[in-house]
T-cell receptor, first 115, second 119 residues
């Protein structure tokens, strides 16, 4: 099976702009989670989508939002970009249906730089 | 809230030698999962090994094994016969086994340990 793919791999934006990142999960996986990785804060959970519904959310401002489509592909949007949003954004997919949790598999990430 | 601590920011090992990376966690839950992920310079996060808390037997994957001490809340990773390709950041992660509103819970990561392998 193909792995998790993320596009674009690199992105440069300026403060105040908005950005949309895309993630395609492993075929058959219905859960997509997003994480932000920065040198200072490490890896932090943003949100999780399953069957087009957000079912878990981390502690990030409302400028960070996401959605999931019927084919399980997910997009993450950040509005009004700030310098501190510069980070590696990682997407992870999992089956999402087993009652006791399952393993998350990560994509290569999107490196966002805000100038 | 659960926390994961990796006390060794950097470690170094000679090729073919064995190295152990430490991880401790704090939780009041009895059921959970623990993971070690590897992140090489390419930044792709790769699953190394997974441990279910209800299993007493330590997980093993080829040259990688864990020492899971539930009472001590310790989850160390041992890499045997280290190879140059093992050089990477290693992250320890915790995931609750409880089901909150349908969610299986997110991963909580430690700050990572940078492993260097000397030829």
């Amino acid at each position: 099976k193909a792995g998790v793919t993320q596009t674009p791999r690199y992105l440069i934006k300026t403060r105040g702009q908005q950005v949309t990142l895309s993630c395609s999960p492993i075929s058959g996986h219905r859960s997509v989670s997003w994480y932000q990785q920065t040198p200072g804060q490490g890896l932090q959970f943003l949100f999780e989508y399953f069957s087009e519904t957000q079912r878990n959310k981390g502690n990030f401002p409302g400028r960070f939002s996401g959605r999931q489509f019927s084919n399980s592909r997910s997009e993450m949007n950040v509005s009004t970009l700030e310098l501190g949003d510069s980070a590696l954004y990682l997407c992870a997919s999992s089956d999402g249906t087993t009652p006791w949790g399952d393993t998350q598999y990560f994509g290569p990430g999107t490196r966002l730089t805000v100038l | 809230a659960q926390t994961v601590t990796q006390s060794q920011p950097e470690m170094s090992v000679q090729e073919a030698e064995t190295v152990t990376l430490s991880c401790t966690y704090d939780t009041s839950e009895s059921d959970y999962y623990l993971f070690w992920y590897k992140q090489p310079p390419s930044r792709q996060m790769i699953l190394v090994i997974r441990q279910e808390a209800y299993k007493q037997q330590n997980a093993t994957e080829n040259r990688f094994s864990v020492n899971f001490q539930k009472a001590a809340k310790s989850f160390s990773l041992k890499i045997s016969d280290s190879q140059l390709g093992d050089a990477a950041m290693y992250f320890c992660a915790y995931r609750s086994a409880l089901n909150y509103g349908g969610s299986q819970g997110n991963l909580i990561f430690g700050k990572g340990t940078k492993l260097s392998v000397k030829p």
